[in-house]
């Protein structure tokens, strides 16, 4: 079936680094991608998203790149904080109403 | 910054019973949706729901679901007799409009059916 998965389900940073989280797709009619964060106890918390027409975004400490040939969707944190640690989730949609399909999640961890 | 609000945080229930989840999405946005996640597992997609019917909804979504708007403000999912495997957080969400709109979550509902 078609499914969005991620490639690395931990990633440990120390504060001040670079992170990138992975994610693979496979519905190719998916128009939209959607990463998330999510914090112990609370809801997904939008953080950027990216439509099929574009290869890269960029938010605020943020960059979102989407390689349509090999399927794949990247979240790129900078200069990471311990405020950053948490669930991301990527999710796609586009192809009905507010429909994602979500991620398995990876859990980012940052070490002062 | 607005956001969606739902409750109860926690809702304990025997199975076999009915309960009601509340949720009050964003005041201008015209999409609403229930989503849940089982302990561990992915966020999964329950229902969508627009112009006051259902748009869309998934296999989880059985006879035993149903969601409701009843007011200008709340937007409501129901399971008629809870069993064991709904016992899952349950988001609330909503847009502004269908395709290619963020989906901004509430912060869930905890259903522990005993």
């Known amino acids: 079936g078609e499914s969005v998965g991620l490639h690395l389900p931990t990633l440990s940073v120390q504060e001040g680094d670079n992170s990138i989280i992975n994610c693979a797709y496979s519905n190719s009619a998916s128009d939209y991608f959607i990463w998330y964060k999510q914090e112990s106890g609370k809801g997904p918390q939008f953080i950027i998203d990216?439509?099929?027409?574009?290869d890269k975004r960029q938010g605020q400490r943020v960059t979102v790149l989407l390689n349509k040939t090999v399927k794949h969707l990247s979240l790129q944190i900078a200069a990471t904080q311990p405020g950053d640690s948490a669930v991301y989730f990527c999710a796609e949609g586009g192809t009905s109403y507010g429909k994602l399909t979500f991620g398995q999640g990876t859990i980012l961890t940052v070490h002062p | 910054e607005p956001e969606v609000t739902q409750t109860p945080s926690h809702q304990v229930t025997q199975m076999g019973q009915e309960v009601i989840l509340r949720c009050v999405p964003i005041s201008n946005h015209l999409y609403f949706y229930w989503y849940r996640q089982i302990l561990g597992q992915k966020v999964e997609f329950l229902v969508s729901?627009?112009?006051?019917?259902?748009?869309?909804k998934s296999e989880i979504f059985d006879d035993q679901f149903s969601v409701e708007r009843p007011d200008g403000s709340n937007f409501t999912l129901k399971i008629r007799s809870t069993k064991l495997e709904d016992s899952a957080m349950y988001f609330c969400?909503?847009?502004?409009?269908?395709?290619?709109?963020?989906?901004?979550f509430g912060n869930g509902t905890r259903l522990t059916v005993t």
């Open positions: 969400a909503s847009s502004e409009w269908d395709r290619g709109s963020p989906l901004h």
């Open positions: 729901f627009y112009n006051n019917e259902i748009s869309e």
């Open positions: 990216i439509r099929s027409n574009m």
